[in-house]
């Protein structure tokens, strides 16, 4: 929050955590893009790419263990995005992840590859993807990405964000400091009924299952933009508008503004999709390191006794934090063979590869009902509605 750049190698030279939040919810590389300085935004992602890559091989063993207790099987998985807008129906993605599991071997096979603008409409490319994870690798090969049809692949190491460094570091500098947390706290789940009111059930690829609405799972923003010039906010503004339109169905209005409740909390509209940064494009400009704030002129002794929001000594603060509430169907089956277990150190060891993978184990280790989800339904926008479910599992005999 200073900018002093030699405490802050300093501490990263003796093993110091930069995932470490305040009481406010905010990490040092928050804070480091928020003062605005190049180099320590470097050193610092540096630093969280280090702890990744330890953090997917710190999930290794335990994954290893439940694989060499797990008799071999292949799962096939379905995902999609559906809505009632016929023109959005039509660019929303779907996928069927086929999983096979043989001794510590795993390798999911998938299709979507990237996403891309054909003229003004947008298109997922498709293709052949497979990712293997190895649990017996020793090279370094644990975790491959491949290109079936292009013939090559990709050692994983971590958290891979396509970008390079520079191109990183001004993504981060010029959108949003975003910060997301899923709280399972206010979950509950409630069994779905039936016309005479008994435990609604049906049939779920091969598996009996049966439904449950979940209430109130819970998603919770942080945005921050003191670090922003109005030619960033203006540009932002205008890619939440287009991101509006595919979500919404309709066209915005270039001259929209912002709303009351934006201009008062904080200035220009904010993008509630979830992330970090918000501007990065193939042309953007290279982000030079900002202006430092003013020093703080607050004590030592006035810092240990401050609240929290007075306690903080860079930039000033533009901050908003907005909560939303999600409802959704889950279908859970006794009969399903596969260890809810099981999924889980496989979530965990994507963390690093995927961040999504994370929120998807909070739902699934939030005091869940008996059995396996085989079947989850989730609205993620007003329009669009994501469903997940295992559509079948056979156990593979050996040889096979």
């Known amino acids: 929050m200073l900018g002093r750049r030699e405490c802050v190698n300093s501490l990263l030279s ?8 305040n009481n406010l919810g905010w990490s040092s590389f928050h804070e480091a893009v928020s003062f605005g300085d190049r180099k320590t935004i470097k050193s610092l ?18 994954l290893s263990e439940h694989m060499s207790r797990l008799a071999d099987f292949y799962m096939e998985s379905k995902w999609e995005l559906s809505s009632w807008i016929p023109l959005l129906s039509r660019i929303l993605p779907s996928d069927t992840v086929k999983i096979f599991k043989k001794g510590p071997r795993l390798r999911l096979d998938f299709t979507l590859t990237d996403f891309k603008y054909h003229g003004t409409m947008p298109k997922w490319e498709r293709g052949d993807m497979s990712l293997l994870l190895d649990m017996t690798a020793a090279d370094g090969r644990k975790a491959l990405l491949m290109d079936n049809q292009k013939r090559v692949y ?28 899923m709280s399972t706290r206010p979950i509950h789940f409630v069994q779905a009924k039936n016309l005479l009111q008994f435990p609604k059930w049906d049939y779920v690829g091969e598996y009996k299952a049966y439904f449950y609405h979940i209430k109130r799972l819970q998603l919770i923003t942080r945005k921050r933009r ?4 109005q030619e960033d906010l203006k540009w932002n503004k205008e890619m939440k508008q287009w991101k509006q339109m595919f979500a ?3 066209v915005p209005d270039a001259d929209q503004s912002c709303s009351d409740e934006d201009d008062a909390s904080m200035a220009g509209c ?6 970090t940064g918000g501007s990065a494009s193939d042309d953007s400009l290279y982000r030079p390191s900002l202006t430092p704030p003013p020093q703080p002129s607050i004590s030592w002794s006035q810092y240990l006794r401050g609240s929290d929001e007075l306690s903080h000594l860079g930039r000033p603060i533009q901050a908003k934090v907005t909560s939303k509430d999600f409802n959704g169907t889950l279908a859970m089956s006794t009969d399903f ?3 809810l277990n099981i999924v889980l150190d496989i979530l965990a060891m994507l963390e690093p590869v995927n961040p999504t993978m994370a929120k998807l184990r909070e739902l699934c280790n939030a005091r869940l009902p008996d059995g396996f989800p085989v079947r989850i339904e989730m609205p993620i926008f007003a329009t669009i509605q994501a469903r997940s479910l295992v559509q079948s ?3 593979l005999k050996p040889g096979h």
């Open 14 to 21: 003796h093993g110091a955590s930069v995932q470490t939040k």
């Open 270 to 275: 904010s993008d509630d999709a979830e992330g």
């Open 154 to 181: 990709q050692v994983l190491k971590g958290k891979e964000s396509g970008l390079k460094m520079s191109d990183e570091l001004d993504f981060q500098m010029s959108g949003d400091i975003i910060s997301t947390h």
């Open 393 to 395: 599992l056979k156990c």
């Open 248 to 250: 919404n169905g309709s």
């Open 226 to 229: 003191e670090h922003l010039s």
């Open 45 to 62: 992602m540096i630093a969280l790419e280090k702890a990744s890559s330890e953090q997917l091989k710190g999930h290794l063993p335990l």
């Open 337 to 339: 063979p596969l260890s």
